[in-house]
T-cell receptor, first 113, second 120 residues
Framework: DQQVKQNSPSLSVQEGRISILNCDYTNSMFDYFLWYKKYPAEGPTFLISISSIKDKNEDGRFTVFLNKSAKHLSLHIVPSQPGDSAVYFCAASAGNAGNMLTFGGGTRLMVKP | DAGITQSPRHKVTETGTPVTLRCHQTENHRYMYWYRQDPGHGLRLIHYSYGVKDTDKGEVSDGYSVSRSKTEDFLLTLESATSSQTSVYFC???????????????????FGEGSRLTVL
């Protein structure tokens, strides 16, 4: 059973608008969450992270929100740009599990000009 | 960019043959990982290493073995490849062993460019 789920396999957004990517998790031991971005034929690259002691972390156009009671996090991209078109993976780790990350299935974001 | 090199980048092989994928890093990071990426499953951890000769199983370790005789190299071996092992394999490295811990780095992983393996 997947402990980290991204229920939307794809998302299409107009350039300049907001992109919202969602992620749900089931393991209450997860205390650190990350988002990775992946372009075709490349490895994933780290985008942004959030600790469970926070409910929001912002880095430029990217903001991650964490709702621990709902076991839900989301990534907001504002404004969306065509270069943001990629697959986005949500990942989670538990502090007592070393650096083992559990990934979601990914959401393909397409930003249309 | 972190110095991670995977080889081979592409390989086609037949069922039952042995396959070894190599991951080489120049960052001197302690932790190394092998993930596989499959549609709908995202990235799943196969094995990881927390030091020379120190390895442990991940979520999908059956049918795979690993070895790490040097800090910079982490090998993934399929002793007898099966069609279900057709996938894209990613090596990753990390300096920190405590993702998000108060005395750790951010704990994010740095990934290689992937090795696409097709087992016929």
């Amino acid at each position: 059973d997947q402990q980290v789920k991204q229920n939307s396999p794809s998302l299409s957004v107009q350039e300049g608008r907001i992109s919202i990517l969602n992620c749900d998790y089931t393991n209450s031991m997860f205390d650190y969450f990350l988002w990775y971005k992946k372009y075709p034929a490349e490895g994933p690259t780290f985008l942004i992270s959030i600790s469970s002691i926070k409910d929001k972390n912002e880095d430029g156009r990217f903001t991650v929100f964490l709702n621990k009671s709902a076991k839900h996090l989301s990534l907001h991209i504002v404004p969306s740009q065509p270069g943001d078109s990629a697959v986005y993976f949500c990942a989670a780790s538990a502090g007592n599990a070393g650096n083992m990350l559990t990934f979601g299935g990914g959401t393909r974001l397409m930003v249309k000009p | 960019d972190a110095g991670i090199t995977q080889s081979p980048r592409h390989k086609v092989t037949e069922t039952g043959t042995p396959v070894t994928l190599r991951c080489h890093q120049t960052e001197n990071h302690r932790y190394m990982y092998w993930y596989r990426q499959d549609p709908g499953h995202g990235l799943r951890l196969i094995h990881y290493s927390y030091g020379v000769k120190d390895t442990d199983k991940g979520e999908v370790s059956d049918g795979y073995s690993v070895s790490r005789s040097k800090t910079e190299d982490f090998l993934l071996t399929l002793e007898s490849a099966t069609s279900s092992q057709t996938s894209v394999y990613f090596c990753a490295i990390s300096e920190s062993g405590l993702a998000g811990g108060p005395f750790a780095n951010t704990g994010e992983l740095f990934f290689g460019e992937g090795s696409r393996l097709t087992v016929l």
